[in-house]
């Protein structure tokens, strides 16, 4: 049996990016990171993590790491007050960075 050109499944894979401001208290050093890292490893989606650029003129994020790394993301040495940029790649990419987003910035209680 021969595919014709027609054949093939052409997939879009979905990008999704949210910028948030980390309010725990503990940034993401340790603890944090390592459930981050972990919470990151549950989802399909490619999840990466950065620190936006300085310039005001420029929207593109600085460099990327991955989430699922708790090393990677203590090398960004995120604190309380920084804003960060998640970016999902992947069918559950949304529901990932929903699940992040509760990690980094927990609502005030």
């Given at each position: 049996m021969t595919h014709g050109p027609h054949d093939t499944k052409e997939q879009t894979i979905r990008t999704v990016e949210r910028r948030l401001v980390v309010t725990e208290?503990?940034?993401?050093?340790?603890?944090?990171?390592?459930?981050?890292?972990?919470?990151?490893?549950?989802?399909?989606?490619?999840?990466?993590?950065?620190?936006?650029r300085s310039s005001e003129a420029s929207a593109v994020p600085?460099?990327?790491?991955?989430?699922?790394?708790?090393?990677?993301?203590?090398?960004?040495?995120?604190?309380?007050?920084?804003?960060?940029?998640?970016?999902?790649?992947?069918?559950?990419?949304?529901?990932?960075?929903d699940a992040l987003a509760v990690i980094a910035a927990p609502d005030p209680s």
């Open positions: 208290k503990a940034g993401l050093h340790a603890r944090p990171a390592a459930l981050f890292a972990q919470t990151a490893a549950r989802y399909q989606a490619e999840i990466t993590v950065a620190r936006p600085g460099p990327e790491v991955s989430a699922r790394s708790m090393l990677s993301l203590m090398t960004l040495n995120i604190r309380y007050g920084d804003e960060i940029v998640l970016t999902a790649r992947g069918e559950d990419g949304t529901e990932a960075l």
